[in-house]
């Protein structure tokens, strides 16, 4: 159905604004709420869509094991208590059955999500089941898969569960920005599915930004919580992005906000307000933010600041129950447990990454760039490149194939120097002054100071700074030149951004099935969306021949489908892409 075709797509682009690696895959399983006489009463009516790898057996126990999982719940067995008010019968009775519907709707989606968890369809993969849905007199279960390589490079909580204090209620939890996004995305398909026309947009997500935005929301429930304050959590993610808007006597507020309950045994109190300031007194906040740095920090229930003092070493991680709020510059924070960033977030913007160094990908395109490089060279730029990205103000490193005529052609507008070989201890000095270091691919340094050139481009960005936009100007007017751009804001880019690399025999091989669909007598059309949309996602790798071939190939392999058939059309031709080069295949 279009619902599916939407929800994959709309599934890829919003992960991948977490990380772009993600492609994830989204099926789903259906259980009936009114059986059938002679049909099981235990296992799944359906899976879907058409070629998901999950089988209708592996959900078989589904429904015996939410049976006992629900009699763990907290609130199994419990009741609205009777009330004299009249009119009060009917409405208690209208919340007891939500209640009990919540009770069945849990302990379904954890079934599912074991069945799923044992499936060796989830084999390389983490799956997310969403929330059943009342749907066509069904139980219908989205289930959500993404690379667990991928996932796994992130740092999350190990509980996904939150029992309030008195033990009586159990809510989700979010474990990291990711489960927040993932979770909200599949509660917006929910949505969509109780319209009158499901599906029947390009798009089922109305707003990316609100998405993340809500997402981003959800996650700060989770350090809230921890602080012991359990229903005035709704406005920390507001409170922490006006907080890091303000300064104090003109300077930025950089300092730690930590979530934790009062008393608690791992947080050492240095001394105590007499009068707890709530959060929601900005001003108020931010000036004792200006006394929070160093190991000293503010100390908040998830609503006040009640203290200032320290987490102590002896913490466990398994505790989860202390989180901290760490302002780096004006409009910049992060969320994080011990150490281990949650969010990320810059201009109220959320997203899943601390400004770190991609080292991973330096070390892939540095030959890439420059062909003839040897390891060591390699290991001794990535070591002056993690420096510069470490420093606590803007620079940049600037790695130049003929960096000996650049400090040339450049010396009037930088300081030219005797080579020598730059080290990571030098980095901080030699960036201290404005403009870039320019370095061979040996390291050897050849000038500081740089104010680099170069024509305008359409990647340049006036949302960014200057150092970003001079490196663009510079690197992409090159075929020889790498730069790392540490930006004010703690941001650090990383230029040119090369697309990954592919084998070229992926392309070879989707060409072929896209010939055997076009020679069949009916084509397969779930088949051919798939095809052109892997060619559609690859396009910057297609040569013209190959652009031709597949165009043609498509055109018909549609005039066999039936007349009147819906299909969605692509935006063709393919374009050539004039950076492609032999460099983007992967060696056979």
């Not at 050492?268 to 004792?288: H, I």
């Not at 400004?355 to 002056?384: G, N, Q, S, V, Y």
């Not at 031709?548 to 009147?564: M, S």
Request: hydrophobic share 40%; charged share 25%.
């Amino acid at each position: 159905m279009s619902f599916m075709y939407n929800t994959r797509s709309d599934a890829n682009k919003i992960l991948q604004r977490l990380d772009p690696r993600f492609a994830p895959r989204v099926y789903f399983v259906v259980f009936r709420r009114v059986l059938e006489a002679g049909k099981p009463s235990h296992g799944a009516h359906g899976v879907g869509p058409e070629g998901t790898p999950f089988k209708l057996a592996e959900f078989n126990n589904v429904r015996v094991r939410a049976a006992e999982l629900e009699k763990q719940d907290p609130e199994f067995g419990s009741y609205w208590a009777p009330d004299p008010v009249a009119g009060w019968t009917e409405g208690r009775e209208r919340l007891q059955k939500s209640k009990e519907r919540g009770i069945h709707c849990r302990a379904l989606q954890k079934a599912v999500a074991e069945a799923v968890n044992a499936s060796p369809a989830n084999k390389g993969f983490v799956a997310y089941c969403g929330w059943p849905l009342d749907y066509e007199e069904n139980d219908l279960v989205l289930i959500l898969q993404v690379q667990k390589d991928v996932h796994d490079e992130y740092h999350h909580l190990t509980r996904g569960r939150y029992i309030d204090q008195g033990g009586s209620h159990e809510f989700h939890r979010n474990r990291s920005l990711i489960d927040a996004v993932i979770y909200q995305f599949l509660g917006e398909m929910n949505r969509e599915l109780t319209t009158e026309r499901p599906g029947s947009w390009i798009s089922n997500i109305n707003d990316e930004d609100y998405l993340f935005l809500e997402a981003a929301k959800a996650l700060m429930w989770t350090p809230g919580r921890a602080g012991g304050n359990e229903w005035e959590v709704g406005g920390l993610f507001d409170s922490c992005n006006n907080l890091s808007t303000m300064k104090y006597e003109g300077k930025e507020g950089v300092g730690t906000l930590v979530f934790a309950r009062p008393q608690h045994p791992q947080v050492l109190v240095d001394f105590s307000l007499a009068k707890p300031v709530p959060l929601r007194s900005p001003g108020a906040v931010r000036k004792l933010l200006q006394m929070a740095s160093g190991q000293i920090s503010l100390l908040c229930d998830g609503y006040q600041v009640y203290a200032l003092g320290r987490v102590l070493p002896s913490y466990d991680l398994a505790a989860e129950d202390v989180f901290s709020v760490r302002f780096s510059k004006q409009f910049v924070w992060a969320l994080l447990h011990g150490g281990n960033p949650l969010m990320h977030v810059r201009y109220g913007v959320p997203s899943i990454n601390l400004p770190e160094f991609p080292k991973a990908r330096f070390r892939r395109d540095l030959p890439r760039i420059f062909p003839a490089i040897k390891p060591d060279a390699t290991d001794h730029l990535c070591e002056l490149a993690t420096s510069a990205a470490e420093q606590s103000h803007g620079c940049m490193l600037v790695i130049s194939g003929d960096a000996a005529t650049e400090a040339e052609r450049l010396a009037a507008q930088g300081t030219r120097v005797e080579p020598f070989r730059m080290t990571k201890e030098l980095i901080p000095r030699v960036t201290a002054i404005d403009g870039s270091v320019l370095v061979d691919t040996e390291g050897m340094c050849h000038a500081i100071g740089v104010i680099l050139d170069g024509l305008a481009s359409p990647r340049c960005s006036p949302e960014r700074g200057a150092r970003y936009n001079s490196a663009i100007r510079y690197v992409y007017n090159r075929k020889d030149a790498m730069v790392v751009v540490k930006s004010e804001d703690g941001m650090i880019s990383l230029f040119p951004e090369l697309k990954p690399q592919i084998r070229r025999c992926d392309i070879l091989d989707t060409l072929q099935a896209l010939r055997e669909v076009s020679d069949a007598t009916n084509p397969d059309k779930k088949t051919l969306w798939d095809l052109m949309t892997w060619l559609h996602d690859h396009e910057f790798y297609l040569t013209e021949a190959e652009c031709t071939d597949a165009e043609r190939l498509h055109a018909l392999a549609r005039a066999k489908l039936p007349p009147g058939e819906l299909y969605a059309e692509y935006s063709l031709p393919l374009t050539v892409h004039p950076e492609m080069n032999p460099t983007y295949y992967l060696p056979e």
